[in-house]
């Protein structure tokens, strides 16, 4: 009896205490202590008094859950705990009434008004399977010859409170003596229909227990406070009807009265009214299943819930009709009819087993522990630990069912285990579901669980690096070997699950999911897309990425990615063995058609490699193979400051035998870069000049080439000004190809007359000799301009050369091009002058284009200098008023008067007066007149000039 | 029904009143679950948890059977919404309401609110038939499983039952018109007490439904919900100055505090 007595500690006597385990049970042979996996706990409902038994069972069931997995759901065990041997032997008249259980004591009330206490012992086979011994301490007879209709223990006070006969009276829970009367009060109650302890009282006495009480024929609730040796009233509450059942929590009373069920709160005599139940029909149960809510018998089969209140919190559960008692064990409500035990999740009010229950009496809660008893004997029905009604929830692949008793009983298990456990049965759901295919449902459950992403890519053979270090979760988190084993060889299954596993690890890769194994992750993904011929293949390797060399290399080789492993080299820092790799698929020694553009790719690799000695040495290959584009590693490099970039010398000397390719980067440097070195556009030029002068000399003549080789040769030589002018003069001195490009030299040398000689009577090409004109004059003052202009108006008329020039040419052709120059640019020209030189028989009709320009412009010059004229008149009389006017007055110049530019005084007489009499001093007007009169700030009299 | 298992305390309730068949979980499913399935009759009751917004509502989904009736005022109490449901095609499940149901919702909060909902209008109304924009998951699947249901609804139903023929092609007459359900909604008030001008508009609280093809089904839960906002703020006001204390109750409160008034 020593727990007893120790738990008058407790606050409450009458909740139900905590024991601890017996000691026997505690882990011994037969375990082998690799068996218990110290990180996979297990837990009970409400028996936190057996945890320690519940885990050894439970990882004995977890051994066996193989066995087990075709089995339906089992959440109790149906154990006998007192046989009727021991009870009642033979004596078929004897019954059980009630009984009580209070630590490992077991009190038997029967119909012959005898208690029977019994030592309750659980064991566990070797098996794991619970079992109860017990051992019969007493038994007494109570002398009243009626049944023995209730017992309940307050173990705080060592009695047993005893409904007999209509009086409610207390036996020693030892020696089952019944207590004599104190001699302050009586410890009987008479008439008495039924009671109830109150496990939540509001007193807060330990060493008294509060009762609510029930009498015949009247309409009334007493509370008694029950002592060691008496009991007293402390209240009394009327009812509206006569009472048959009740509970109490606090202060509220749940009472079954005739036709209904009503809340009653004893202290405020407030009431509630629940809802209408015929207890003649069906015998009401009131089942107080926590704190301030009951579980009530309602019509139609229910199981109804109601809080203190009178509010429902839980959807009701339907039992059947008959229902004979009830209770809850979290998260179960349990109910017994006469054949059967029934039990509803309280989570889902769904119906998860039934038991076969003959002759089924009562049904009682003890401290956790369910105690059932037919008329004969008396059984424990022992909860399956949670873990392993999970498990075979899962074993059936119930997902959702063994995923809401996880979550629901997250109030019965410690938080940080209840994390662990979550977990795992979220991560075991996901394998079923993956398992099943759907996928959705399983990646929703695999990211709720954190699942370590690599128990799913250890499932895909060879995905995982050789390298790492993972080793899967045990015990094992899904029953497959590999795909294979999940697929059974159906291949179109294999690849919808290599098509989940691609979309799985592309959304956790960047996550914090993928956090210390990012390196098994991105091989896993590179693998797949690979094998998958998976376009993001190339987007994994170009962007950030963790894949293991060592492993992807074989991989990408098999599956002829050379590309991507290409990329990967350059990823990983060896660009040389990447682009070694490109130039032998470009080449066609291997195969990979991922690009179709690998030259180009190459190209542009090279392009913007900063390691010139790779750029170097493969160039030459990237040239030979295709000089136009090859010469884009030097011409598109992006711009950068670096000095130790290339440096064009450099280039124009590699590229000195790929000749093409020079041509295109000297144009390049020349054209587009605008160097400003002399070297390069004379190399320019001369190279154009090469091109011009070799397709001359073919036989047969591509006009069109020479023609647009000589518009750049012409282009260049006309807007270069860097190259050496004499040195490609020279190179075409006696070409008589060459015209057009020499007269435009001998324009760059300023020797005009030499140009428009070769334009004129040797090219005859009066448009060029023109144009050519005003490219020389373009940027030079009007008097070159007229100069230029007026040479080839003499060229243009010069006799002596007309005469001698190549037949075929008339002298009218000159002359006529002498007329269009004059009609078309005769505001350039000096008209007397030209007149002077204009033959005498040309008529007057032939020029009067030029002539009524040359008319009008004089006339403008002629007007407009006219006007300048009287303006300076007008200014000039300005100034003279002025002056008349002031020499009529003295202007005073003083030491303390100060100069109106300067601010400063004067010191010398010497002045200078502005207009309108301001002395002022010499110096300051010499400066005003140098500078900008904007610049300094003016004197109000010299605003006017 | 995971959700309604996870076991998180309610901020307000909801229920749906009304006579049996009328389709009440119907209702509840297409909301939940946006399909329109095969139910069986509801025994006692169930509930389901919807989080809206910050809150948690729950929606009491009741039983319509008369064996169940003395549950309705229990299931009501402490309710900030009722449901009054009927059947469109059923003017008796109208009547029931009147009769039976407006009584259970005395034990409802002072303020609650009431809407009546005419269901199965897509057997009257052509604009109710087709699916909804929102529920576009109402696949082929529940078109068949309406030939199997609807006939023992309407065989349970006191109206006459329509053959299966009749239901695709002819449209049934229309038993309750929209007019009836605003003047129950007008008697309602007064057997509340409450002033119709103070009160939610008839036209704002009587809706028809139509859970076969979700047609007004979001609509009339949240609209509902958005009402019940003042009532659940309200609620947590009064549990705040509640002589009880509850940590996690305080915790959230005065961090609430806290983060006004630094603002």
Same mark, same amino acid.
């Given at each position: ?148 209709a209730e ?12 409904l007999c006969d209509g009086i409610v ?20 109650i008479r008439g008495v229909t039924a009671f109830c ?15 609510g009480v029930l009498s015949w024929k009247r309409r009334t609730v007493q ?16 009812t509206?009807?006569q009472p048959c059942a009740v ?8 009472l079954a009265?005739a ?20 207890s003649?029909?069906?015998r009401p ?661 | ?139 082929? #699947?529940? =078109?068949?499983? @309406?030939?199997? +249901? ?8 006191? &109206?006459?039952?329509? %053959? ?71 609620? #947590?006001? =009064?549990?705040? @100055?509640?002589? +009880? ?8 409160? &005065?961090?609430?505090? %806290? ?5």
């Amino acid at each position: 009896m020593k727990h007893c007595r120790g738990s008058i500690y407790n606050k409450f006597p009458f909740s139900r205490t905590v024991l601890n385990a017996p000691d026997h049970l505690h882990p011994a042979a037969g375990f082998d202590s690799e068996q218990i996996h110290s990180d996979q706990p297990s837990y009970t409902v409400l028996h936190h008094g057996y945890v320690n038994v519940c885990l050894y069972v439970s990882i004995c069931c977890l051994q066996r859950l193989d066995v087990l997995a075709e089995m339906s759901v089992k959440a109790f065990e149906l154990v006998p705990a007192v046989e009727r041997d021991l009870l009642m032997g033979d004596k078929a008249r004897i019954n059980i009434e009630c009984i009580e259980c209070c630590g490992k004591h077991l009190y038997v009330g029967t119909n012959d008004c005898f208690i029977h206490h019994f030592l309750l012992d659980e064991v566990t086979s070797p098996k794991g399977k619970p079992s109860y011994s017990s051992q019969k301490l007493l038994h007494k007879y109570l002398g009243l010859k009626k049944p023995v209709a209730e017992l309940r223990a307050a173990s705080a006070l060592e009695r047993l409170i005893v409904l007999c006969d209509g009086i409610v009276f207390l036996v020693d829970m030892v020696t089952l003596e019944t207590v004599p009367s104190a001699a302050g009060g009586g410890a009987k109650i008479r008439g008495v229909t039924a009671f109830c302890v109150n496990e939540n009282p509001v007193s807060g006495d330990p060493f008294c227990v509060e009762m609510g009480v029930l009498s015949w024929k009247r309409r009334t609730v007493q509370i008694y406070m029950v002592y060691e040796d008496r009991v007293q009233l402390v209240k009394e509450v009327t009812t509206p009807e006569q009472p048959c059942a009740v509970s109490l929590d606090g202060y509220f009373l749940c009472l079954a009265l005739a036709t209904q069920y009503m809340i009653l709160n004893y202290n405020t005599g407030a009431s509630q009214d629940l809802f209408p139940y015929n207890s003649e029909e069906r015998r009401p149960i009131v089942k107080r299943i926590d704190r301030e809510e009951f579980l009530l018998a309602a019509p139609g089969g229910l199981g109804m819930f109601a809080n203190a209140e009178g509010v429902s919190q839980r959807a009701p559960v339907n039992w059947s009709e008959s229902v004979i008692g009830a209770t809850v064990c979290f998260p179960y409500v349990v109910a017994l009819d006469e054949s059967f035990i029934t039990i509803h999740s309280m989570l889902d009010q769904q119906l998860k087993q039934t038991l076969s229950f003959r002759d089924g009496h009562i049904l009682e809660v003890f401290e956790g522990k369910v105690i059932l008893a037919s008329t004969k004997a008396v059984y424990v029905l022992v909860p399956l630990p949670l873990e392993r009604q999970i498990q075979d929830l899962l074993a059936s692949h119930r997902v959702e069912e063994a995923l809401v008793l996880t979550e629901g009983a997250q109030r019965n298990i410690p938080k940080d285990k209840f994390q662990i456990l979550h977990k795992r049965i979220l991560q075991q759901a996901g394998f079923i579901q993956f398992g099943q295919l759907q996928f959705l449902e399983a990646k929703e459950h695999f990211r709720k669980g954190q699942l370590d992403v690599r128990e799913l890519i250890s499932l895909y053979p060879l995905l995982m690096p050789a390298s790492s270090s993972f080793t899967r979760c045990h015990p094992p988190l899904h029953e497959f070997a590999d795909l294979n084993h999940l697929a059974q060889g159906d291949q179109e299954k294999v690849l919808r699950c290599k098509k989940f596993l691609i979309s799985y690890l592309g959304e956790v890769r960047s996550t914090e999911v993928a956090n210390g194994c990012r390196e098994d992750v991105d091989t896993a993904l590179l693998k797949l897309y690979a094998e998958q011929d998976h376009d993001s293949l190339l987007d994994l390797l170009a962007s950030e990425n963790a894949c293991l060399l060592t492993d992807s290399v074989p991989w990408l080789e098999k599956y002829h990615k050379y590309f991507a492993l290409g990329l990967l080299y350059h990823y990983n820092g060896q660009d040389s063995a990447a682009l070694q790799l490109w130039i032998r698929v470009a080449d066609g020694d291997l195969e990979d058609h991922t690009r179709s553009d690998l030259y180009e790719y190459v190209v542009d690799f090279l392009c913007s490699c900063s390691n010139l000695d790779l750029v170097w040495k493969y160039a030459d290959w990237a040239l030979r193979k295709d000089p136009t584009i090859g010469v884009h590693i030097f011409t598109k490099r992006p711009g950068s400051k670096d000095q130790s970039d290339l440096n064009p010398d450099d280039v124009v000397t590699y590229l000195g035998k790929h000749s093409r390719a020079l041509l295109l980067y000297l144009e390049h440097v020349v054209l587009e870069r605008r160097t400003q070195k002399e070297r390069f556009h004379t190399h320019l030029a001369v190279l154009y000049l090469e091109r011009v002068l070799s397709l001359l000399s073919e036989s047969s003549k591509n006009e069109q080439q020479l023609t647009r080789a000589r518009e750049r040769l012409q282009a260049l030589l006309r807007e270069s000004n860097l190259y050496r002018v004499q040195f490609i003069l020279g190179k075409m001195e006696n070409n008589d190809h060459l015209l057009l490009e020499r007269a435009t030299l001998h324009g760059k040398l300023e020797e005009h007359d030499k140009a428009l000689h070769i334009l004129v009577h040797e090219l005859r090409d009066f448009p060029s000799a023109e144009a050519f004109v005003i490219w020389a004059s373009s940027c030079q003052d009007s008097a070159y301009r007229q100069r230029l202009f007026h040479l080839l108006l003499g060229v243009y008329l010069d006799r002596t050369l007309t005469g001698k020039s190549a037949a075929g040419v008339s002298s009218g052709d000159l002359e006529m091009a002498a007329v269009d120059l004059l009609n078309r640019h005769g505001e350039v020209f000096d008209a007397v002058r030209v007149l002077r030189m204009l033959p005498e028989g040309w008529s007057l009709q032939l020029l009067r284009p030029f002539l009524g320009r040359a008319v009008r412009a004089s006339m403008h010059a002629c007007r407009t200098s006219q006007i300048a004229l009287g303006l300076a008149h007008s200014e000039n009389l300005q100034l003279l008023h002025d002056r008349l006017k002031e020499r009529k007055k003295p202007i005073l110049v003083s030491e303390k008067k100060g100069c109106h530019l300067c601010h400063n005084t004067f010191s010398e007489p010497d002045v200078v007066c502005l207009p309108g009499g301001v002395p002022v001093h010499t110096h300051c007007v010499a400066q005003r007149v140098r500078d900008p009169p904007t610049k300094r700030p003016l004197t109000n009299s010299s605003n006017h000039t | 029904m995971p959700e309604s298992s996870k076991m998180k305390k309610p901020d307000v309730k909801v229920v749906l009143l009304g006579d049996m068949n009328v389709g009440k979980t119907s209702l509840l499913h297409r909301y939940t679950e946006k399909k329109f399935k095969d139910t069986i009759s509801t025994v006692g009751g169930a509930f389901f948890l919807k989080q809206w917004g910050p809150y948690n509502i729950s929606i009491w989904d009741t039983a319509g059977r008369e064996q169940f009736h003395g549950l309705g005022s229990m299931y009501c109490r402490g309710a900030a919404a009722v449901i009054l449901t009927y059947d469109v095609t059923n003017w008796q499940s109208l009547a029931e309401l009147e009769e039976r149901f407006l009584s259970l919702t005395d034990t409802a909060n002072l303020d609650c609110i009431y809407a009546v909902v005419g269901n199965k209008a897509d057997l009257t109304d052509p604009k109710a038939q087709r699916p909804q924009e929102t529920d576009v998951v109402s696949e082929d #699947r529940t =078109e068949c499983e @309406e030939d199997q +249901t609807e006939p023992q609804v309407t065989s349970a139903c006191p &109206t006459p039952p329509a %053959s299966p023929a009749s239901l695709s092609g002819l449209m049934l007459h229309q038993q309750v018109t929209h007019e009836d359900a605003v003047a129950f909604y007008g008697r309602i008030l007064r057997y509340k007490g409450l002033d119709e001008n103070n009160s939610l508009p008839a036209e704002k609280m009587c809706f028809e439904t139509s859970a076969k093809t979700g047609y007004n089904v979001n609509t009339l839960f949240e609209t509902l919900f958005d009402l019940v906002l003042p009532s659940i703020l309200r609620k #947590r006001n =009064e549990n705040q @100055e509640s002589p +009880t204390v509850d940590l996690e109750e305080c915790r959230g409160a &005065t961090g609430k505090r %806290s983060r006004s008034a630094c603002c």
